[in-house]
């Protein structure tokens, strides 16, 4: 089992940068790919960003490629994702999750999950 909690949500002018944080724990993180994913008020869960842990291997959803870079601490078990550039519509829940891999970009693969962090960005 894997916990993870997330940190680092916040009220950021749009062009701004966050840095979101998830500390994780529990089993070995190389079994897994972890994810953050985002949903906004009203609409579905998505796919942001996500890392496969044994071999840094990163994805990016179209909408955040270029602007977000996702990353790990392999000393802190925790993995970043900074933000830049923010819009409007970047405002949501953020949610780090811990899946398999067997999908890397649909939710219902992930296991694991945190209670989200809020990021506002205003226009």
């Known amino acids: 089992q894997v916990q993870v909690a997330e940190s680092g949500g916040g009220l950021v002018q749009a062009g701004g940068s966050l840095r979101l944080s998830c500390a994780a724990s529990g089993r070995t993180l190389i079994l897994y790919v972890m994810a953050w994913f985002r949903q906004a008020p009203g609409k579905e869960r998505e796919f942001v960003a996500a890392l496969r842990w044994s071999e840094g291997m990163t994805y990016y959803a179209d909408s955040v490629k270029g602007r977000f870079t996702i990353s790990r601490d392999n000393a802190k078990n925790t993995l970043y994702l900074q933000m830049n550039s923010l819009k409007a519509d970047d405002t949501a829940v953020y949610y780090c999750?811990?899946?398999?891999?067997?999908?890397?970009?649909?939710?219902?693969?992930?296991?694991?999950w945190g209670q989200g962090t809020q990021v506002t960005v205003s226009s």
């Open positions: 999750a811990a899946g398999n891999g067997v999908s890397i970009t649909s939710s219902a693969w992930y296991d694991y």
